[in-house]
T-cell receptor, first 111, second 111 residues
Framework: AAGVIQSPRHLIKEKRETATLKCYPI?????VYWYQQGPGQDPQFLIS???????DKGSIPDRFSAQQFSDYHSELNMSSLELGDSALYFC??????????FGSGTQLSVL | GENVEQHPSTLSVQEGDSAVIKCTYS??????FPWYKQELGKGPQLIID?????GEKKDQRIAVTLNKTAKHFSLHITETQPEDSAVYFC??????????FGTGTKLQVIP
């Protein structure tokens, strides 16, 4: 069965650079969620989209932005990267109000 | 917002024994409670979930119980196997909102 696809799998950036993470949801899933997971931490909710509109917002820094496109894929844009942004970033998708399925994540390292 | 507490943070059991992980949630309106298993470097994998109109659900060696009055829910794994070793997260969700994770339990099954 198709799963949530995230790219890239690994990303290394310098401080103050920008990064773009991509997420391709499971077909026919109309909701996308972004989570950030630090080492040894639980996933923290950043932002979600339903039918290409932002549906909820969590502890997402102003330096980050995201959108969902007409084909339902989503991108998380991160600017002015800081060392503390180093983490695993997960995307999850679901049909409305149904089970969330997570991708394998993007490991972002900021040097 | 929702707050999910999870205990214990680490759990070691002998192969074949049972493992129990307990969670409490704060938002009495939460109505969906998934459990995720996360292996190192991978995304959270949904293993079982329960809705608030059900008190117990079982899937082979895994069972989940929910006490809405006390706002407690638990994961039970019987006949544990080495491949059950992972980090387990409980989570809670209200309606269409985000999934809020517990702090995680690192389960080690000793052969």
């Amino acid at each position: 069965a198709a799963g949530v696809i995230q790219s890239p799998r690994h990303l290394i950036k310098e401080k103050r650079e920008t990064a773009t993470l991509k997420c391709y949801p499971i077909p026919r899933h109309d909701t996308v969620y972004w989570y950030q997971q630090g080492p040894g931490q639980d996933p923290q909710f950043l932002i979600s989209f339903y039918e290409k509109m932002q549906s909820d917002k969590g502890s997402i820094p102003d330096r980050f932005s995201a959108q969902q496109f007409s084909d339902y894929h989503s991108e998380l844009n991160m600017s002015s990267l800081e060392l503390g942004d180093s983490a695993l970033y997960f995307c999850a998708s679901s049909p409305r109000n149904e089970k969330l399925f997570f991708g394998s994540g993007t490991q972002l390292s900021v040097l | 917002g929702e707050n999910v507490e999870q205990h214990p943070s680490t759990l070691s059991v002998q192969e074949g024994d049972s493992a129990v992980i307990k969670c409490t949630y704060s938002d009495s309106a939460s109505n969906y409670f998934p459990w995720y298993k996360q292996e190192l470097g991978k995304g959270p994998q949904l293993i079982i979930d329960i809705r608030s109109n059900v008190g117990e659900k079982k899937d082979q060696r895994i069972a989940v119980t929910l006490n809405k009055t006390a706002k407690h829910f638990s994961l039970h794994i019987t006949e544990t196997q080495p491949e059950d070793s992972a980090v387990y997260f409980c989570a809670a969700r209200r309606g269409y909102q985000k999934v809020t994770f517990g702090t995680g339990t690192k389960l080690q099954v000793i052969p």
